[in-house]
């Protein structure tokens, strides 16, 4: 059956921008986007006059459906550099975190290791329809989770153990690219480090630039590790990133990422110091691709909305902001070719708002799509009714 | 003097918004009206801007926590049950300063003791940019601030003997009030350390009562049902199953912030009936301090969008953000609306910001001052 979604106003977040449109949505894939599509008979029809339609939201960092983040479960600190971890084991999919992700209007999400580690290991995103029984991970390998400063200090240095120090984090996280490259250039043969075969192989496409290297970094952090990775042809992004607005230029000559967030926080005196929308407005008018993300269950998973909601207030167009929690952390975890815009041949993963979000502060989500099935609607009768 | 002409005004009341002139003087509102003429004051143009009463945020760490140190200034450790400690002595006006909070249009706080203790002392109301104390308390009984909820329990038994559970901290509060009120029933001297207690009894101070799961809720309004004390819920996530109690007995809620670890997505908060209630008259604030932390200005209005997604109306939000919680802190002779008499403690912004996120703070203003103006644009000469 298909499924024709009528009437509202469309966010594509494609090259036909925002338009007035009807969505058709067959097996699961959005099939086609124009004005004024027939129905046929059998089809599913969903009158969405006065709504607006937007790809499912996506937060490119998060910790969510972790069994137990109380007992570290987020970090295996037992080495400072444990790249083939992957995260995929420590998540219990059943989750209610990604049901309750689901009613915000977020249909992936992009979940990584802690902190602790220089380098963490493997991010996936996911689905999150993945607690009713239909686990979708869209890229098993998203992202090699690495961290700079003061987490990584904290976790070892703490206990008398290497690194203590941010020196000795970036000579640890140099090393390890060093042995990927003498690993990869020996056709994946010699090991000439410490490092494991698996620890080199989970290296191999991050070299290679197919996965990107996700930085937990603020601050001089940023700019420190940018300068080492000048030297490697890898992609990334600087997550977290604030107090960037000494080192904009630095980020857009370096064409990496940011992932921003989370704010929401008081002014700190260490890392948290600065966390200023005006940074992300910087890095939008120098062309770099910003991602909101809450880093939930540290914030409230829906705060990537009011994240966007705060670049706009900063002076970042809605449309641009909108993008920022679609497009580009699909764009930055792998996903793109199935999520992030509203286009044909695309997943048919879609939210219906009341309202524009990041704009009307009174916007709530009415109808979240994952895979062409409604699996939320805001149980108004009104809205109800709108179903036929 | 200034007259701030052609702006729209929200009063905070609920009103709808009317264009008109603002005379202020002394610090203070002098009238509101079209057409006011005063030449000897600073005219300003407001045409196509709005103007609000200064946000307040009923509770705030912030300004006694010392930030830069390990030892945090707003949780006692000497014992429990600690109404003589006052929030003032703690304060840092730097530290206040340093959040910006009036950058957003957050005019005034009240500065909390912390959630580790049943009675962890009295708060105090303020204004939010300033150099002293001095400058920026601002005249009101603020609430004495009380914690009856499990996280005091699980903080407080790492040093203290006593109490272990929510129960006993709740049971110890409820036996001294009682005693003291046997004593001031029989017209007897009361010994210092009652003094406090008198006044919870008396109504003249409020007890700000941290709880936030439904069951910590019933417990203390059934608790606390014989005793005349004022009270007022705090964090209150699980708030909505008593609005209409609450209502009846003019109690009014603080909901914390819902953001910081996921508040909101681990807690059965029911926005839409608390806003429900706020239709049938239940005085609800909102704040960006958790029970034990306090997250950021931004966090404040993220709780306000949270309940406009919920249905509340945006002059609604204008009330639940300024009127409200000068009443809770006793400042409400001050502050929280616009009114005439009132301390010109005011925002401007570019169109209505519980309406649309493109409407920005123009120009804050607090005790008839403007104390931030954005890119200087709003006047001529005003020094920041």
């Known amino acids: 059956m298909r499924l024709l979604i009528k009437g509202a106003v469309v966010y594509t977040m494609a090259e036909q921008g925002v338009v007035h449109a009807d969505v058709l949505v067959q097996d699961g894939k959005i099939i086609a986007v124009a004005p004024g599509i027939a129905p046929e008979q059998e089809d599913q029809i969903l009158h969405a006059e006065g709504m607006y339609l937007l790809p499912g939201l996506m937060d490119g960092h998060v910790h969510l459906g972790l069994m137990d983040m109380e007992s570290g479960e987020i970090s295996e600190t037992t080495a400072p550099v444990t790249p083939d971890m992957e995260i995929e084991y420590s998540v219990d999919f059943a989750s209610k975190d990604f049901t309750y992700c689901m009613k915000e209007g977020i249909t992936s999400v992009c979940i990584i290791p802690g902190s602790s580690n220089i380098i963490g290991g493997k991010g996936i995103v996911v689905k999150t329809n993945c607690a009713e029984g239909k686990k979708e991970i869209l890229n098993s390998y998203a992202c090699m989770k690495a ?55 989970a290296g191999v496409p991050v070299l290679e630039g197919k996965v990107p290297i996700k930085i937990h970094c603020t601050r001089h952090d940023m700019a420190a590790v940018m300068q080492v990775l000048k030297d490697f042809p890898v992609k990334y992004t600087l997550d977290h990133a604030w107090g960037t607005a000494p080192y904009v230029d630095q980020i857009a000559e370096a064409g990496c990422g940011v992932m921003f967030g989370p704010a929401g926080c008081y002014r700190g005196l260490g890392e948290g110091r600065e966390i200023d929308f005006r940074d992300v407005r910087s890095l939008y008018e120098k062309g770099v691709e910003v991602a909101m993300i809450s880093d939930a269950p540290l914030l409230s998973p829906e705060s990537i909305i009011y994240e966007a909601g705060e670049a706009v207030s900063a002076g970042v167009p809605v449309e641009e902001a909108l993008k920022m929690i679609t497009l580009y952390p699909a764009r930055w975890t792998g996903c793109e070719e199935r999520i992030g815009s509203i286009e044909p041949g695309k997943d048919a993963d879609l939210v219906l708002f009341n309202g524009l979000p990041a704009r009307d502060v009174h916007a709530r989500v009415m109808y979240t799509i994952i895979s062409g099935n409604i699996v939320y609607k805001m149980m108004i009768e009104e809205e109800a009714k709108k179903i036929c | 003097m200034y007259v701030l002409k052609h702006g729209m005004v929200h009063t905070g009341n609920g009103d709808a918004p009317f264009p008109a002139d603002l005379r202020i003087a002394d610090g203070r509102i002098q009238e509101i009206g079209r057409g006011l003429v005063c030449p000897e004051a600073e005219e300003i143009d407001l045409a196509g801007k709005d103007i609000f009463p200064g946000c307040i945020d009923p509770v705030c760490y912030m300004g006694c926590l010392n930030l830069q140190s390990i030892y945090k200034d707003h949780n006692e450790r000497k014992g429990m049950i600690l109404p003589e400690l006052r929030a003032e002595d703690s304060f840092s006006a730097e530290e206040l300063v340093y959040q910006q909070l009036y950058k957003r249009g957050i005019t005034a706080v009240g500065i909390s003791t912390g959630g580790r203790n049943p009675v962890s002392g009295r708060m105090m109301a303020c204004c939010t940019a300033g150099s002293s104390i001095k400058d920026m308390k601002l005249p009101g009984t603020a609430p004495l601030r009380g914690n009856f909820l499990q996280s005091t329990y699980v903080l407080s038994r790492q040093d203290a003997p006593y109490p272990l559970v929510r129960g006993s901290a709740l049971q110890s509060v409820v036996r001294i009030l009682q005693s003291v009120r046997k004593e001031m ?141 000068a009443k809770i802190l006793g400042i409400e002779k001050e502050t929280g609306t616009l009114e005439i008499g009132k301390r010109a403690d005011l925002t401007v912004f570019t169109g209505h910001p519980f309406v649309n996120r493109t409407a920005v703070p123009e120009a804050v203003w607090i005790q008839g001052k403007p104390v931030w103006l954005r890119e200087k644009r709003c006047g001529r000469g005003l020094a920041v």
Request: no cysteine; charged share 30%; hydrophobic share 45%.
């Open chain 2, 185 to 325: 029933d029989a017209g007897k001297e009361l010994a210092e350390w009652m003094l406090p207690f008198r006044e919870l009894l008396t109504g003249e101070v409020p007890l700000m009562a941290a709880v936030e799961k439904e069951a910590e809720i019933r417990t203390l309004l059934e608790r606390m049902k014989e005793l005349p004390v004022r009270l007022i819920l705090f964090g209150a996530y699980e708030a909505a199953p008593f609005a209409e109690e609450l209502i009846e007995k003019q109690i009014p809620v603080v909901l914390g912030d819902m953001a910081s670890g996921s508040g909101k997505m681990y807690r059965k908060v029911e926005l839409e009936k608390l806003v429900d209630g706020v239709k049938k008259g239940l005085v609800l604030a909102v704040s960006a301090a958790g029970i034990q932390e306090n997250a950021g200005r931004d966090t404040f209005f993220w709780n306000l969008a949270e309940l406009r997604k919920n249905g509340l109306s945006e002059e609604e939000a204008v009330t639940v953000a300024a009127k409200n919680p």
């Open chain 1, 147 to 201: 961290a700079m400063g003061g987490n990584p200090q904290s976790a070892f240095g703490r206990r008398g153990k290497a690194p203590a120090t941010r020196m000795e984090i970036l000579r640890q996280f140099r090393a390890y690219l060093e042995a990927v490259r003498l690993f990869t250039e020996s056709g994946e043969r010699e090991i000439t480090s410490a490092y494991r075969r698996s620890e080199l192989l």
